[in-house]
């Protein structure tokens, strides 16, 4: 475990280790839980789809593109649970790909309307 004080800052960085240095890292989605094995029940998002969805998520440049860096406030889901968990995403592409999941960034999907 890693201890914080709430609302302190997270850093985080996620690397690919690859002797490739054509690949792109990009985090999509990540979530956190007080349940290491359930993020569905109680579940906070703090980015899904590539959208921000938490305030206090950043992301920060990265020299290498093989690495993601990013960062969030610390909190607790109610003081019943002292620990979170959190559980991330990401995807890999080739760099320069512009067709590829990793340059398309946030992407919301609409339900479709079932009308008539």
């Known amino acids: 475990p890693y201890y ?3 609302g302190q ?3 985080l960085q996620a690397y690919l280790h690859s002797s490739d240095p054509n690949l792109l890292v990009f985090v999509d989605t990540c979530v956190t839980s007080p349940d290491p094995k359930d993020f569905n029940t109680l579940s906070h998002e703090l ?3 590539g959208c921000v969805k938490d305030p206090t998520y ?3 440049y990265s020299p290498y593109s093989t690495a993601a ?3 969030f406030s610390a909190f607790s889901f109610v003081n019943q649970h002292p620990s979170v968990y959190l559980r ?3 995807v890999v592409c080739r760099y320069n790909d512009y067709s590829s999941r990793c ?3 946030c992407v919301s999907r609409f339900k479709r309307d079932a009308g008539s």
């Open 4 to 6: 914080v004080d709430l």
């Open 9 to 11: 800052n997270l850093f």
């Open 47 to 49: 980015i899904r789809s």
């Open 58 to 60: 950043s992301s920060y």
């Open 69 to 71: 860096r990013f960062a």
């Open 88 to 90: 991330c995403e990401l």
């Open 103 to 105: 340059y398309q960034g």
